[in-house]
């Protein structure tokens, strides 16, 4: 007997210890990241049976215990990869609403200074000084834009940058999973399921705890203990214990883009559709280039694009002070189209974007495709598609996106594939190429003049010159009242009549000489037989602001999205679509926290270390081990008695 | 629940990070004035903020333009305020003039002084602006308008064109007048015909400028209004006819203009109207008329044109060449002299009354601009307010929830030194 409760107090001793050793290993442990606490869990030896029935044997540890829930830990990871996607996200578009948050560097001061420098003009048409501040005000206004694209620009290829980093951070660490994969699949087949190598577990989670920061991935739980993991549409990236890697490289269509790929196990390469890469980091950056940044840039160009083409054309039907038509002002910009890297190197064909009217441009991106014998295009941002044999048949007249395209003296071959960029680039190319302030045109290269002898009131007005066909005008054009017939006679120009009736028309009729500059003009009043009108070149017209106040009415007109705005109506709308996804992202960033934190909560409140529980668990188990070290005293001292009982 | 110690710290740091940051966007607000830190905070308030700016600075823009047209439309005023002053001034000397007294010495001392004020209506028709431009040449700012001598009389180099300013949104005003519109297309005569008495008259007769006593008849589209009026002596008897110069007949007797004597009889004194008087003369009504003084030689003429543009400049040169010529003692002469200085007293009036159209129209486009400049400034108020409610911070609300802030971050602060001093071992082996 006395050696049976030897045994049974070394049982106790030993069980106390062991449990001790767990509390200290939970409170060295209190603040590691990813420790799950532990808990000793005791059992009773198996009795001896005896004729009067079992006697304990005291107790044994049966295993040490993850206090843990499968549940609390996917969605924690969830959470935070959610999470990191919209830290990630938040971060890029913080650059860009801080760009745009001071109203003194943005588009809009400089926009605005340039029409003022215009409409200071009117008063001073032969100012120098005037006109010349007109071109440095362009030239503040384009380089603006230029800054603020090359600011995108440079946010793009940080992106890029970033992305090859998280893709080496992936490749990483899927490979150190894989790793313990096997590591814990080799212990616990010799432990058995029951006693688990918990720490091995623990690490492991951090790291598919890190990987999901950078992109979501699935986990699939193996019998043997490893953990399947696949990311995008269910490519694995780590199957027990292989990984496969990702790789980050030039997009196919378009070069400056990085994009991801995936090597699937047999070798092959499989480009990753962005919009599945969801989730961490990448998925952060990617939504933000393809949803935010490029629409961006698109829509900032579309602005310089308008401007440019806009003022162009009516700058073009002016006079400048030297007598001489007016000539391009901004650079004459066009679109992009990028080809595939995948496209027939033979037949290397090229595609011209050139802009037909900047007024119905939209701020996607569309890609065109050739399948030998029609040619496809599709809007990227809706996925609208046309179809046509000739490469000029898209788009359709009916719904003109404003630009046409054409592949010069190049062919394009079955399967090519091109990236049509209509504004992308607009802003980064605008310049300002007019520099001589003389040539500013001002003036409109026709006049009107009513003869000094005529005795009637008839008046015509100063007119407007509408395009650009006819000009200069080759000489003057007369018009002289004949009153039995209520026409005008016309001499010069498109020759022929007028009719125009005194008693009817005196408040004013309309005429316009489509062939000579589109002149439109009004006649009113009553002239009287024989009194006559010229329209002449308007040489020497140095003192007309005719022009100028054409060109000042642009900054107020709606020449944009089909007519619904203006220049600034569509960079406030690009500022306001900016700040609502930034505001967006930052409320859901706000919600996420709040997520993450609950759900945080709920799973260190299962398995996190709480240092006082410990702190009673340690006085606890020294008190039982304390026990245990009486009762073998005890046992001590029952065998002296018994000796004792023999002297 | 159970708390694990890592977020008993967790919870306790991340809300005194958020408290801090809050308080630091906060703080930001108050120091720069701002509601709307960066486009995220109010998308649509900084869009509309970006459009109401531009209205704003358009609005500002056209104030610049008011003035600039205020100060181009008075300068244009005090010039053709002087020419009016001017044109006066000749035509108190053309009164004088016109006096049976005077001898030919006292009207060529007369015409001296017009020829002086001649070249001063040259100056100021010729006048430039603050940047250099001429004031009345149309387009052609650069070109001098006006060039010329008394003799050789004076041509406009200039244009009709004139400048325009946009002065608000939807307005745009001109703001200067062409030389022509101002000094040459005043209406001739009385301002709806003119007498011209032919040079090779010999009579006596001087002529009034005569009147229109029927506009609706004179301003009808059938009115030729090219008329001679004959005359004929014979017999001490002065008779004379009214033809017809479109069609080469007789007003009065339909036909061809027949000899001496003439349909109507000319009494000293009478008015000669271009109405039938019915009897054999056919119907016909022009509704004008003019009279005459002295008594009209035989075959001298008179011509009756509906007015056309009469430059000032003529007026003045010919009234001049006119004054220097001698007359003392030529009844004929002082005749022609008298009828000159008659015609040019008419086209001086109808000239002045031109430069006060002009005139009229730069005052009531200064009166518009003035108008339009006080609307402009409750405009711009308005955007002010608007830009303001978009942006700006309401500073006691701010101010308010700064106090509430920091009181609500002390409190933390304290609590969590609070609840993170309590441990378990802080009584362990005591």
């Known amino acids: 007997m006395g050696t049976q409760l030897y045994n049974i107090g070394i049982t106790g001793l030993n069980a106390a210890q062991a449990a001790l050793v767990t509390t200290g290993h939970n409170i060295s442990n209190a603040s590691t990241a990813g420790y799950t606490r532990q808990q000793v869990i005791l059992g009773t030896n198996d009795p001896q049976m005896t004729g009067s029935g079992f006697l304990g044997q005291g107790a044994r540890v049966e295993t040490v215990r993850r206090i843990y829930s499968q549940f609390l830990t996917a969605q924690v990871m969830e959470a935070r990869t959610q999470s990191a996607e919209y830290d990630a996200f938040a971060e890029q578009i913080g650059a860009l609403d801080n760009l745009l948050a001071d109203e003194q560097a943005g588009m809009s001061p400089a926009m605005t200074d340039f029409f003022d420098a215009i409409q200071s003009v009117t008063a001073s048409p032969t100012s120098l000084a005037a006109r010349q501040s007109v071109i440095s005000s362009a030239q503040a206004m384009t380089a603006r834009f230029n800054s603020l694209d090359l600011r995108m620009e440079q946010v793009g290829d940080q992106i890029n940058g970033e992305i090859s980093g998280a893709v080496g951070e992936i490749n990483q660490l899927v490979s150190q999973i894989a790793r313990y994969n096997d590591q814990i699949a080799v212990a616990q087949s010799t432990t058995g399921p029951n006693r688990l190598a918990n720490d091995m577990l623990d690490a492991r989670e951090r790291l598919i705890s890190e990987l999901n920061d950078i992109v979501r991935v699935t986990q699939l739980q193996q019998s043997d203990g490893a953990i399947n993991l696949f990311i995008g549409n269910g490519q694995p990236v780590v199957v027990g214990g292989s990984a496969f890697t990702l790789t980050a490289s030039p997009s196919i269509e378009d070069a400056s883009r990085t994009e991801v790929s995936y090597t699937a196990p047999g070798g092959s390469v499989l480009r990753l559709q962005e919009d599945t890469l969801s989730g961490g980091k990448l998925g952060g950056l990617l939504s933000f280039r393809r949803n935010t940044l490029d629409l961006a840039q698109n829509a900032l160009g579309r602005v310089a694009l308008g401007i440019a083409e806009q003022f162009n054309a009516q700058h073009q039907l002016g006079q400048d002070l030297n007598g001489a038509l007016g000539t391009a002002f901004f650079n004459t910009l066009s679109g992009t189209a990028l080809p595939a890297s995948t496209n027939d190197t033979v037949a290397a064909a090229n595609v011209n974007v050139t802009i037909s009217d900047s007024s119905e441009l939209t701020t996607s991106d569309y890609r065109l495709r050739f399948d030998g014998a029609n040619y496809t295009l599709t809007r990227l941002s809706d996925n609208v598609s046309w179809s046509a044999a000739t490469l000029g048949g898209v788009p359709p007249a009916g719904s003109p996106q404003g630009f046409t395209l054409d592949s010069g003296a190049t062919t394009l071959a079955a399967g090519d594939s091109f990236l049509i960029q209509p504004t992308r680039n607009a802003a980064s190319e605008i310049r300002t190429v007019l520099t001589d302030p003389r040539m500013l045109a001002v003036a409109m290269p026709i006049s009107t003049s009513a003869a000094l002898a005529n005795t009637g009131n008839g008046r015509i007005s100063a007119g407007t010159v509408t395009s650009a066909t006819g000009l200069p005008l080759g000489g003057a054009i007369t018009l002289t009242f004949d009153a039995t017939t209520n026409t005008f006679n016309v001499v010069g120009g498109p020759g022929g009549t007028l009719a125009y009736d005194p008693t009817t028309d005196s408040a004013g009729k309309t005429f316009t000489f489509a062939g000579q500059g589109g002149f439109t003009f009004d006649l009113s009043g009553t002239p009287r037989n024989g009194d006559t009108f010229t329209i002449q070149p308007n040489a020497s017209g140095q003192g007309d602001n005719r022009n100028l106040l054409a060109l000042a009415a642009l900054q107020s007109g709606k020449t944009l999205a089909s007519g619904t705005t203006g220049f600034q109506g569509a960079y406030a709308q690009m500022v306001a679509d900016i700040g609502a996804q930034a505001r967006e992202v930052k409320v859901n960033q706000s919600a996420q926290t709040v997520l993450l934190n609950r759900v945080t909560e709920s799973q260190q409140s299962l398995s996190g270390v709480n240092l006082d529980e410990e702190a009673a668990n340690l006085l606890r188990y020294q008190q039982a081990y304390q026990a245990a070290g009486k009762m073998i005293e005890l046992a001590s001292r029952l065998f002296d008695t018994v000796l004792q009982l023999g002297g | ?430």
């Open chain 2, 1 to 430: 629940m159970r708390i694990s110690t890592n977020t008993l710290y967790d919870t306790g740091t991340s809300g005194l990070l958020r408290q801090s940051s809050d308080l630091f966007r906060l703080q930001q607000q108050l120091s720069s004035g701002r509601r709307v830190l960066a486009p995220s905070d109010d998308p649509v308030a900084s869009a509309r903020a970006l459009e109401i700016d531009q209205s704003k600075s358009m609005n500002d823009q056209f104030a610049l333009n008011r003035r600039d047209a205020t100060s181009a439309l008075g300068f244009a005023e005090s010039q053709l305020a002087t020419a009016g002053d001017l044109l006066g001034t000749i035509r108190e000397r053309l009164v004088q003039a016109r006096s049976a007294a005077l001898s030919d010495s006292d009207r060529k001392a007369i015409a001296i002084d017009i020829r002086a004020m001649f070249s001063e209506m040259m100056g100021i028709a010729n006048s430039r602006d603050a940047f250099g431009d001429y004031l009345f040449s149309g387009y052609k700012s650069t070109t001098q308008p006006f060039s010329g001598s008394v003799e050789a009389g004076v041509s406009y180099a200039g244009d009709d064109g004139q400048r325009e300013a946009q002065v608000a949104s939807n307005r745009r005003l001109a703001i200067s007048d062409s030389g022509n519109s101002v000094f040459m297309r005043a209406p001739a005569g009385n301002g709806n015909f003119s007498l011209t008495p032919d040079p090779a008259n010999r009579g006596t007769a001087v002529l009034d400028s005569g009147s229109v006593s029927d506009m609706s008849k004179w301003s009808d589209p059938n009115n030729p209004g090219d008329f001679d009026v004959v005359f004929a002596v014979s017999g001490g008897v002065t008779t004379y006819d009214i033809i017809d110069n479109s069609s080469g007949n007789s007003l009065l007797t339909g036909a061809a203009p027949g000899g001496a004597p003439l349909p109507r009889v000319f009494l000293k004194g009478d008015t000669i109207t271009l109405r039938s008087n019915g009897g054999s003369e056919p119907p016909f009504d022009f509704g004008a008329r003019f009279s005459m003084t002295g008594a009209p030689a035989d075959g001298d003429r008179v011509s009756m044109n509906i007015s056309s543009a009469q430059s000032v400049f003529d007026t003045i040169g010919d009234v001049i060449l006119a004054l220097e010529q001698p007359a003392s003692g030529d009844a004929n002469a002082l005749a022609k002299t008298s009828n000159a200085i008659g015609s040019a007293m008419s086209n001086i009036d109808q000239a002045n009354d031109n430069l006060l159209t002009a005139r009229a129209r730069i005052g009531s486009r200064t009166t518009e601009l003035a108008a339009l400049d006080s609307l402009g400034e409750e405009v711009n108020l308005q955007f002010e307010t608007s830009l303001s409610n978009l942006r700006d911070l309401n500073y006691t609300e701010a101010i308010s929830k700064l106090t509430q802030n920091l009181s609500y971050f002390q409190a933390a602060q304290q609590s969590f030194m609070k609840v993170s001093g309590l441990s378990l071992f802080n009584y362990i082996g005591a």
